[in-house]
């Protein structure tokens, strides 16, 4: 099976940058995913890892390492916008790209 | 930009009736899914979809649950006799099936299902 961990909230400042950790344990999977979901919205693709390393999309940048069972997302340059629940999620492998995700953090940008 | 749909946006139902949920995906679209979302949790997979049938499902989705697409445009989830604990929001989403976007998958704006 598949369990992804997640903190539950973090707080940061704006302009500041954030990290939001993505641990897990999983039987195998395809790549690591990032959504965003603001209150009362749906989940919004962020960013994907096929492969170990750095992706870098404008302000986001996500982080996985295979052997470390562990990712993140990076968030530059924090606007009050970015207020809003993050979830990893993984693709398992053998699935119908189905997404498991993780538990979700909420992030608070304060001024 | 093309984007998911979904209707109603909030259904609220008797515990023991039939409540159909519906979703228009993005038109090219071919492989669908529906998730759940219980009040401050974790977005949880239901069922996927793909040429007219049923890819896989979880353990969630048992014989109360069903899925069809009854024509070119629309998928729907039907829960045939709710329960209290289904209360919650619903996705339907959609992905592409080639492409740089085939890790994406596309949500829709949710049914929020009340079961009083």
């Known amino acids: 099976g598949q369990s992804l961990e997640q903190p539950s909230e973090v707080t940061a400042v704006e302009g500041a940058i954030v990290q939001i950790n993505c641990t897990y344990q999983?039987?195998?999977?395809?790549?690591l995913s990032w959504y965003q979901q603001h209150d009362g919205g749906a989940p919004t693709f962020l960013s994907y890892n096929a492969l170990d390393g750095l992706e870098e999309t404008g302000r986001f940048s996500s982080f996985l390492s295979r052997s470390d069972s562990y990712g993140y997302l990076l968030l530059q340059e924090l606007q009050m916008k970015d207020s809003a629940s993050y979830f990893c999620?993984?693709?398992?492998?053998?699935?119908?790209?189905?997404?498991?995700f993780g538990s979700g953090t909420r992030l608070l940008v304060r001024p | 930009e093309p984007e998911v749909t979904q209707t109603p946006s909030h259904q609220v139902t008797q515990m023991g009736q039939e409540v159909i949920l519906r979703c228009v995906p993005i038109s090219n679209h071919l492989y669908f899914y529906w998730y759940r979302q219980i009040l401050g949790q974790k977005v949880e997979f239901l069922v996927s979809f793909y040429n007219n049938e049923i890819s896989e499902k979880s353990e969630i989705f048992d014989d109360q649950f069903s899925v069809e697409r009854p024509d070119g445009s629309n998928f729907t989830l039907k829960i045939r006799s709710t329960k209290l604990e289904d209360s919650a929001m619903y996705f339907c989403?959609?992905?592409?099936?080639?492409?740089?976007?085939?890790?994406?998958?596309?949500f829709g704006p949710g049914t929020r299902l009340t079961v009083l």
């Open positions: 989403a959609s992905r592409p099936s080639s492409g740089r976007e085939l890790n994406t998958q596309y």
């Open positions: 999983t039987s195998g999977f395809y790549g």
């Open positions: 999620a993984v693709r398992p492998r053998g699935s119908s790209y189905k997404l498991i």
